[in-house]
């Protein structure tokens, strides 16, 4: 058994609970977080990357709308690799209450929000996909973000800072003490290690199983888990967030992210916060919904379905569901609440609103430990700036294209990754033409001591996330798992693991162009590796 002290652990491995971990480290709180899979392989990838401008909320929610808008802005400046400036379109069909409209204005400008109505006929000529049915429209700040650098981000930037993450490792028991939380065991579910650690102070951040984590200390936290589909399409359809103009529904945001575009989501509770698999039917009330914004929508081919599980706090007895619950965070300091002293939970909230929840728990916890250090992440970037020099020398060993779209991803692992192509030229090839990854990239990410699988490899570098899912990418990734040791076990079963992934968003979507492309996929790993029986 492994023993480690700290004075701060945190749970779970998504935006917030990153966020956390870096929050605190900048405090010079000594921080260790647990997480029982990869990083951001929960809620925090699993949404349609719209970085809110707070509008969708300033009908119902005032102080949410206002949250959001000034979060929007931080993000933008901290993590501008992070965030695609697309700008947001608000758009009323006729069947749209007019005064629904006017009440929404009104609200956004309280608020705090810049909202501008637009030509809806100008809208249609830089949105030719848009219906010619648009009444109105009004500009907002919306944004696309990248969960996965985001999160990612938040942990290089603890790191710096002297914080440690240990992915793959599950919380098994909390200890307690004369009132008072003394310290966690873990397991590592890979290897079966076993971690004792002392602590003064638990934050529970794990998202939809927040309420798991607080029944090992006995207490009860309400969570209701809702299930969120969503659908991405292989075109870029709009150049802007596009939101339907009425109260939030499903269907009704379509979000581009570099050549695609999602649409979400939908709402259904769950009981498994691990129960994020697309239906058929989901996908089909989507289109049926999209359609009415964007008619022609059967005309584009659907890459894949995923879902995700949004944690929405609510007291106990779980009354409400899905819409109709606060997309509100709660800072729960189970000491007042419970008589627990040292356990803090952070349920409830959106992914543009981390950084804020973060603070808000950091600060909590800095206060149970008798440190007065202020919050410093709304002005530190989480990462330096890129020099040139480094950005030249990238583009003359990988090209100008997938330099940029590598710096991007990589942050301050970008130099790192350009001289290991400057020393083994061969590293520069590209594995991944979807996403322009190269070898060197794949390397840097299998060299980490976070990547046990292929999937890691994908959420650090997004190999096999582009039009082909990860047909040709994979098995050209396979040969390089051989030089490190911890990836001994059978490597075909490393890559059935990975395209059953992959499979799992392509079932619910299996017609037209992407059931084609299906059946090729098929035939190259039936007939190259034999792995009809695997897939």
Request: charged fraction near 25%; proline fraction near 5%; glycine fraction near 10%.
């Amino acid at each position: 058994m492994q023993k480690l002290s700290v004075q701060a652990v945190v749970v779970g491995g998504g935006a917030t609970g990153t966020g956390i971990l870096r929050d605190l480290a900048m405090r010079g709180i000594t921080a260790l977080l647990v997480e029982q899979g990869d990083l951001a392989h929960g809620t925090s990838s699993r949404f349609h990357g719209l970085l809110h401008s707070g509008c969708r909320y300033a009908v119902k929610d005032a102080a949410a709308a206002r949250e959001c808008i000034e979060e929007n802005m931080i993000l933008r400046r901290i993590a501008p690799n992070c965030v695609e400036i697309t700008g947001g379109l608000f758009v009323q069909l006729p069947e749209d209450d007019p005064a629904y409209a006017e009440e929404w204005e009104s609200a956004c400008r309280q608020a705090g929000i810049e909202v501008e109505e637009v030509d809806p006929a100008a809208v249609r000529r830089q949105n030719p996909a848009l219906s010619p049915r648009v009444t109105r429209a009004f500009a907002v700040p919306d944004c696309a973000v990248d969960g996965f650098r985001v999160v990612w981000s938040n942990l290089h930037s603890a790191r710096r800072y002297g914080a440690r993450a240990l992915t793959y490792t599950r919380l098994k028991a909390i200890e307690q003490q004369n009132g008072c939380v003394t310290g966690v065991r873990a397991e590592n579910v890979l290897t079966g290690e076993q971690y004792h650690i002392e602590c003064q102070v638990l934050i529970n951040a794990a998202g939809p199983w927040a309420g798991e984590v607080a029944a090992l200390a006995g207490l009860e936290v309400g969570v209701i888990k809702d299930k969120g589909t969503l659908i991405a399409f292989n075109h870029r359809l709009v150049p802007q967030v596009v939101n339907r103009l009425r109260p939030p529904g499903d269907g009704d945001i379509f979000v581009p992210h570099g050549p695609i575009t999602i649409l979400g989501t939908t709402s259904l509770p769950v009981e498994n916060p691990a129960e994020n698999r697309p239906q058929q039917k989901e996908v089909l009330d989507l289109l049926a919904i999209g359609r009415e914004v964007v008619p022609d929508l059967d005309k584009y081919r659907l890459i894949r379905a995923f879902a995700g599980v949004r944690p929405l706090y609510q007291e106990a007895p779980l009354a409400g569901s899905g819409r109709s619950v606060s997309r509100n965070y709660a800072l729960l300091d189970h000491r007042q609440r419970d008589g627990l002293e040292g356990m803090i939970s952070i349920v409830g909230g959106k992914f543009t609103t981390f950084r804020l929840m973060a603070e808000k728990a950091a600060d909590l916890a800095a206060g149970k430990l008798g440190i007065s250090r202020p919050c410093r992440t709304a002005g530190e970037p989480l990462f330096a700036p890129l020099s040139p020099e480094w950005l030249e020398r990238g583009r003359k060993v990988f090209g100008v294209a997938a330099a940029h779209k590598a710096a991007e991803r990589l942050g301050d692992d970008f130099a790192a990754v350009v001289a290991r192509a400057e020393q083994k030229p061969e590293q520069a090839r590209i594995l991944c033409e979807c996403e322009l990854v190269s070898q060197a990239e794949v390397e840097q990410a299998l060299a980490a001591d976070t990547t046990f699988t292929l999937g890691d490899v994908r959420r650090k570098t997004r190999l096999g996330m582009g039009t082909c899912q990860g047909t040709f990418c994979s098995y050209r990734s396979l040969g390089l798992l051989s030089r490190y040791p911890r990836f001994a076990a059978d490597h075909r079963q490393y890559l059935a693991d990975f395209l059953q992934k992959r499979w799992k968003g392509m079932r619910p979507v299996l017609w037209g162009q992407q059931l084609r492309e299906a059946q090729l996929s098929t035939a190259i790993y039936s007939a190259l590796f034999g792995m009809e029986r695997m897939l």
